[in-house]
């Protein structure tokens, strides 16, 4: 399996997709895969032809038929080769609560 990360995102290549997924909506051409929660910079794919998706629990799903590029403006790019990919924010834990992890 192969696995990117970049800030609080975890970026994990899966066999395919899952079934009863929706169109996950994009966000000015952009799919975004999470906004930053300080300064509003986004993880962020711009390709066209990559594809997304999430399923009821909210999960967010990737599909990448031509090579494209994990961009956000305060973490180096991530080459993502074709391939379907699962979204998963980073959680940290506290005595409070179980939390995303802020980047």
Do not use: C, W
Request: avoid cysteine.
């Amino acid at each position: 399996m192969k696995q990117f990360r970049q800030g609080d995102v975890l970026i994990e290549r899966i066999e395919a997709l899952p079934g009863n997924l929706k169109d996950y909506k994009r966000d000015n051409g952009r799919i975004i895969l999470a906004y930053g929660e300080v300064t509003g910079h986004a993880h962020a794919i711009d390709e066209e032809t990559a594809k997304s998706f999430v399923n009821e629990a909210g999960e967010l799903f990737i599909e990448v038929d031509e090579p494209a590029e994990i961009v956000h403006e305060e973490h180096a790019t991530i080459p993502l080769p074709t391939g379907v990919y699962r979204i998963t924010h980073q959680r940290e834990y506290t005595p409070q609560e179980i939390r995303r992890v802020a980047d």
